[in-house]
DNA sequence: CGCAATTAAATTGTACGCAAGTGAATTTTG
DNA sequence: CAAAATTCACTTGCGTACAATTTAATTGCG
């Protein structure tokens, strides 16, 4: 191996602008799709994230913490608190798992269950907002799926 | 207009689950990038929110903070107190424009212009760890820019 | 001109995200 | 089998996000 190569390639200019950065493109379409989901969520109680443990939940309900958290790529620092939101909001109840009593287990109550007829309704009009065709959907679901998973892979 | 229409097309089952959500592949990429940069800025003391500020500082000194926030699609609830740990770390200041007392003029000091010497660095790492082609990169940025503006529109 | 409406930034309150640490339960090892 | 290591959920502390409110400055309109 050469010595005194460069430890970097050279970038140009253009390229290191704010709006030409992938990651800048992901992080506020993330943000775009939160706050297109607020007005559809806000009226079934739900935060955009507690939306998204509640479909794992519609899954399969009875799931440990630990299982919510690989789905969602999520710590307990994070779910354990959106969990006892959730619970005061009635939608879940945690019971500790008598088989392992490390572990917590979530499961839907009834009305979190019933909760699941909003489902249609909610994707319906976030697929308006989005505004693209089922093509153009499981295209860029692809192309994120490869990069989240080499982004994970690097650390 | 015929009564008794569904409200609602039928989603197969398939599409409701999780995995299957455009808006979470988005929203687990997003995290994916924070953790990706987290090592990285953690070596110059920046966050990943900050990096993006001092990108667009970087590309222009001297901006309001609305202008700011424009370019981040962020309000000044969340730019107040990040530009204020700026400052703190001693990388920005902030003066009131003499023009029009109520706009606050951000700009880089020398240590925040001096910073921009890593960006090689950053963007050569960030760019091993995506892992994927400049074209494949244009080609995500290019979807989901669509993708963002149709959601922002629908709003 | 003078007052109402608007605008900019900051502040307050709520809810993530995540690192780091705690404590209890389980598993691994010597 | 007992001590050490690991695992699981919870908590604490910090830094975003964002709605809603506040304060100060500017603009618009009669």
């Known amino acids: 191996m050469k010595a005194h190569l460069a430890k970097t390639m050279e970038i140009p200019e253009e390229e290191k602008r704010l709006e030409n950065q992938l990651c800048f493109a992901v992080y506020s379409t993330a943000h775009a799709f939160t706050r ?4 559809i969520l806000d009226k079934v109680g739900l935060t955009y994230p507690q939306y998204l443990v509640m479909l794992a939940l519609w899954e399969k309900s009875e799931q440990a913490v630990k ?4 789905q969602l790529d999520l710590d307990s620092g994070t779910l354990s608190p959106l969990l006892k939101r959730l619970e005061q909001n009635g939608l879940i109840k945690r019971t500790r798992d008598s088989r392992d009593e490390r572990q917590v287990i ?19 009009a976030i697929g308006q ?12 679901r692809g192309l994120l799926r490869g990069l989240r998973s080499n982004l994970t892979a690097a650390v």
Chains 1, 2 share one sequence.
């Open 36 to 39: 297109a989901y607020k007005p």
């Open 67 to 70: 299982a919510i958290g690989e």
């Open 106 to 124: 979530v499961s839907l109550t009834d009305k979190g269950l019933a909760m699941r007829s909003e489902i249609d309704t909610i994707m319906t």
């Open 129 to 140: 907002a989005a505004g693209c065709t089922l093509e153009e959907m499981k295209t860029i």
